[in-house]
Nanobody, 122 residues
């Protein structure tokens, strides 16, 4: 059974940092894209960042570029999202996802975690 389990969310003040983790189990995703998405109340789920598991190529949404960094540790089957200079607009539930190609649309990802809440206070 494939599982993606996120952790690391919490409450942080504006300007602060958090690191989200996504532990993958149940299968290998060596040629897959691992993505981070987020969804704020009343809004659609939106793309944040993605990484190709095997090659390490990354892609970021413009609104997080320069502030967030996606990475992976193959030995730990874990994908990370390091978030710095957080803003109140970053408040959302953050989801980890896996899909066969790197896309920015949620529909391209077949596997999802349960999400972790990130709240940024002003």
């Amino acid at each position: 059974q494939v599982q993606l389990v996120e952790s690391g969310g919490g409450l942080v003040q504006a300007g602060g940092s958090l690191r989200l983790s996504c532990v993958v189990s149940g299968r290998t995703f060596s040629n897959y894209a691992m993505g981070w998405f987020r969804q704020a109340p009343g809004k659609e789920r939106e793309f944040v960042a993605a990484i190709i598991w095997s090659g390490g190529r990354t892609y970021y949404a413009d609104y997080v570029k320069g502030r967030f960094t996606i990475s992976r540790d193959a030995a730990k089957n874990t994908v990370y999202l390091q978030m710095t200079d957080l803003k109140p607009d970053d408040t959302a539930v953050y989801y980890c996802a896996a899909g066969p190609v790197l896309r920015t649309t949620p529909g391209a990802y077949a596997y999802w975690g349960q999400g972790t809440q990130v709240t940024v206070s002003s």
